[in-house]
């Protein structure tokens, strides 16, 4: 199983464009996160899904829309990129039920210029 | 969620037992503590998971205490691929709105030779 797949891996936009974040996972994963991580800090959760076509807003979701019409993809898009969501993004999934714990993938290391 | 309290940062020496303590005085009954690690750059590992016995992996262990208001991570024997960020992170195991994860500032551990 390859888990959780993230693309790209690295970009630079300029202002005002958008772009989206690729996420695929293999597990089966009801569950799928996406989270951004600013330098030096913790992880916040943007968006997240409870399974193929639910999706709901996390802590930070302004300038952000996702989309789950399969189990295993679900993409982050950026509308009219802003220097502010220069960041890291990291994708997960999980089950829901057992240990519950998240899988991570590599993460998207996005400059917004 | 219950909210944690973890040192900022701490050192250990490579072969020694790294002891990762964290504040959980709010938690409550049906929580758990869960802990993760994020090595350098990359997506969050989790590594164990306990609601008040002690817990023992591959990895570490986990000691809760008796009162659960606080815990504590072991290494066993550090070694310098352990050096990471290390997160422990108090919540309801499994929900049906999604397992997610609010993460603190963690504590960053750094192995010394």
């Known amino acids: 199983n390859a888990g959780v797949t993230q693309t790209p891996k690295f970009r630079i936009l300029k202002i005002g464009q958008s772009m989206t974040l690729q996420c695929t996972q293999d597990m089966n994963h009801n569950y799928m996160y996406w989270y951004r991580q600013d330098p030096g800090m913790g992880l916040k959760l943007i968006y997240y899904?409870?399974?193929?076509?639910?999706?709901d807003k996390g802590e930070v979701p302004n300038g952000y829309n996702v989309s789950r019409s399969t189990t295993e993809d679900f993409p982050l898009r950026l509308e009219l990129a802003a220097p502010s969501q220069t960041s890291v993004y990291f994708c997960?999934?999980?089950?829901?039920?057992?240990?519950?714990?998240?899988?991570f993938g590599e993460g998207s290391r996005l400059t917004v210029l | 969620d219950a909210k944690t309290t973890q040192p900022t940062s701490m050192d250990c020496a490579e072969g020694r037992a790294a002891n990762l303590p964290c504040n959980h005085s709010?938690?409550?009954?049906?929580?758990?503590v869960y802990w993760y690690r994020q090595i350098h750059s990359q997506g969050p590992q989790y590594i164990i998971h306990g609601l008040k016995n002690n817990e023992t992996n591959e990895m570490a262990s986990l000691i809760i205490t008796e009162d659960r208001k606080s815990s504590t991570l072991i290494l066993p024997h550090a070694t310098l691929r352990d050096t990471a960020v290390y997160y422990c992170i108090v919540r309801v195991k499994v929900q049906a709105a999604g397992n997610k994860l609010t993460f603190g500032g963690g504590t960053r551990v750094l192995v010394k030779p």
């Open positions: 997960a999934s999980s089950y829901p039920a057992g240990a519950g714990e998240l899988f």
């Open positions: 709010t938690i409550s009954g049906n929580e758990y």
């Open positions: 899904s409870v399974g193929a076509g639910i999706t």
